[in-house]
């Protein structure tokens, strides 16, 4: 389970993204259907992640991401809070708050007045995966509620690599809303037959896992040490 959150001073980024993971089955799509769900799009993209070489990015817990025709995007770790097997994170998207961020955790100072692609050579940010997913993007409402009636969707992705994962998501305006949209999110993915206590690995993680066994072996001892859960995306 993800809950994605802002940290301080990262509300201006955008809402309160609140996921879980889960591994789809054959009937998922049509489960969807039944349930009320409307399949908004189709799509494929391709997602690259950089880091430096001795991967100081991922081992602050920082994944660093860009997708084609969408831009970069940086996942950076919030607060702790939510019980659990959670993870609270941030989404940055604008470039300024992306550089400004790098700079901070890679410690560089005097890079920030270009965007993402004229610093990676100054931080030595070179690619660390890079594949397609096939995507179908799911909304729709449960009902029978005292709470506003928050949309959630479900993304159903699979790689080019061949792993499918799937995603339930709310997004909430403010840390008190993040309990109910758990609450609903749990709801919805009994509904969808996924076991109470799945979790599924993020497409990066099974990427690196398949094809670069010594960053993820790399990436495991740190988050053993740490006993944190390794995201990804």
Not at 18 to 30: D, R, S
Not at 107 to 125: C, F, I, Q, Y
Not at 153 to 169: N, P
């Amino acid at each position: 389970m993800l809950v994605d959150q802002p940290i301080a001073g990262s509300m201006a980024q955008g809402l309160i993204e609140v996921e879980l993971k889960f591994i789809p089955g054959p009937g998922t799509e049509e489960r969807l259907q039944e349930l009320g769900g409307t399949l908004e799009h189709r799509v494929t993209f391709r997602d690259t992640y950089y880091d430096t070489p001795e991967l100081n990015l991922m081992r602050a817990d920082h994944w660093l991401r860009q997708r084609e025709d969408s831009g970069w995007e940086l996942k950076c770790p919030g607060t702790a809070g939510v019980l659990g097997p959670h993870t609270q994170y941030t989404e940055l998207t604008a470039e300024p708050a992306i550089v400004a961020q790098l700079c901070a955790v890679l410690e560089t100072e005097g890079l920030g007045a270009g965007g993402v692609a004229a610093v990676l050579g100054p931080m030595r940010l070179q690619e660390v995966a890079s594949f397609v997913t096939n995507r179908s993007a799911w909304r729709l409402v449960l009902l029978g509620t005292d709470e506003e009636e928050w949309p959630l969707r479900v993304d159903l992705d699979t790689a080019d690599f061949g792993y499918a994962v799937g995603e339930v998501e709310a997004l909430v305006h403010e840390e008190a809303e993040v309990p109910a949209a758990l609450e609903k999110i749990h709801k919805l993915s009994n509904m969808l037959g996924v076991p109470a206590q799945e979790t599924a690995p993020a497409k990066l993680i099974v990427y690196l896992q398949r094809f670069r066994p010594q960053v993820y072996q790399r990436l495991l001892e740190v988050n053993n040490s740490s006993q944190r859960e390794t995201t990804g995306d």
